[in-house]
């Protein structure tokens, strides 16, 4: 089953996220850091079982520019979207085909969001 993986260095937002989108009927991969989320990847290559990343901007480490940067370099085509609460990290991002939505991100709207995406990545 394809999943989403959740990337977030905050515990209680990390399980929050898990339980709204799991609650939705998604399958639902964790990491509390960037290399963990990487290594989730790179293990899901062979059978594309990671369909879309929600990941925090602001994580100790690996931030969240580096991490989608390294992302890309593993799979092009992933869904990202980038969850912050700095509306000037938007333009961190720039030309990396993400979606960036401000914290607080209300769980309605990420259900949307993830149903969105799942259909986008089925049509094309």
Partial sequence: MRKVLLVDDNLTQLRIREAVIRG??????????????????????????????????????????EFVQELRNIDLSVPVVVLSGLAEAEAEY??????????????????????????DTDAA
Avoid: W, Y
Avoid at 45 to 59: K, P, R, Y
């Fill in 94 to 119: 720039e030309g990396q085909n993400i979606t960036f939505r401000l914290k607080p991100c209300a769980p309605s709207e990420m259900i949307s969001l993830v149903q969105r995406l799942f259909t």
């Fill in 24 to 65: 939705a009927g998604f399958d639902v991969a964790s990491a509390l850091t960037a290399e963990s989320a990487l290594d989730i990847l790179r293990a899901s290559t062979s059978d594309h079982s990671v369909a879309i990343v929600i990941t925090d901007h602001v994580m100790p480490g690996i931030s969240g520019t």
